[in-house]
């Protein structure tokens, strides 16, 4: 036998492992559908047919057909963080697209052409959605390279592989790798209600208990430093005007009175004076 017949047979065994086993449909199917339940709905006379008339209703018995091959695949990144539903919902959407997409013409098995197009959607989702941190692509992608490299190497070595091991395995630098590896921490933030135990001292608790929380006072001093700035600026007898009405609580009288000019004097410095420290504080 020819190595390429081998070679092509092998692959043919494998795509049949992947390849869904048809549902029997239970539902009442439509008059123009019901020959397509009783033969196996993923023939590619279906995928001609509905290439014809994109009829929504056959391009669900093609979904529901492959749904498992969805599930094979998705199966591959359940140990990731994600729940194994979202995944398969977001495969769905890749195999929804290779369904659109697929020619059967040209005389592909339709598991071959729609795997890369379900596994790709499912990387996006995690290069794109998965992460709590934004991280730039090709970073996440030398993460989930550095991640696989150390599983590969703890299985051939026996042993946790070094940074250096590590590196050459990815042909980077063992900065870059480094960096790779403390990328994971971002995959999934801690949650603040975590309860962190206890230890000999007696503590523990959740991580929230030990996030500071903001002071009023900070805001107060700001404020109070703000407006000393502002009447800094002012001339001096407006600034004794707002001392004398303000710090002291005197009344206009008063202040009239201490500065010997008359009450009508004092509002209008007064009301100078506070548009000024106004301006001053806004700018």
Do not use: C
Request: net charge negative; glycine share 4%; charged share 35%.
């Amino acid at each position: 036998m020819e190595p390429q017949e081998t070679a092509r047979r092998e692959a043919d065994g494998e795509e049949e492992a992947a390849h869904p086993q048809v549902p029997q449909v239970r539902e009442d199917p439509t008059p123009a559908a019901a020959h397509v339940v009783a033969r196996d709905v993923a023939t590619p006379e279906l995928f001609a047919q509905f290439q014809r008339t994109r009829d929504p209703g056959l391009r669900d018995q093609l979904i529901l057909a492959h749904m498992n091959l969805v599930r094979y695949l998705a199966r591959k990144f359940a140990n990731r963080g994600e729940p194994l539903e979202d995944l398969v919902q977001v495969g769905t959407i890749g195999l929804i697209n290779a369904i659109d997409r697929f020619e059967p013409e040209r005389g592909i098995r339709f598991a071959t052409y729609a795997t890369p197009t379900i596994v790709g959607e499912i990387r996006r989702h995690f290069r794109d959605k998965g992460w709590a941190v934004k991280v730039p692509r090709r970073l996440q992608e030398l993460s989930m390279a550095a991640t696989r490299a150390v599983d590969e190497l703890s299985q051939a070595l026996d042993r946790a592989p070094t940074i250096s091991e590590i590196a050459t395995r990815l042909g980077v630098a063992e900065e870059e790798t480094v960096e790779a590896l403390e990328l994971s921490d971002l995959y999934e933030l801690p949650s603040l209600d975590r309860d962190l135990g206890s230890d000999d001292e007696g503590t523990g608790g959740a991580l929230s208990d030990y996030i500071g929380r903001e002071d009023p006072e900070i805001e107060r001093f700001e404020r109070r430093n703000r407006l000393s700035q502002a009447l800094k600026s002012l001339p001096e007898r407006e600034r004794q005007i707002i001392e004398f009405r303000f710090f002291r609580n005197l009344s206009q009288t008063e202040v009239a009175k201490r500065m010997k000019i008359s009450q009508m004097h004092v509002s209008r410095l007064q009301h100078r004076a506070l548009a000024r420290l106004r301006e001053h504080i806004r700018e």
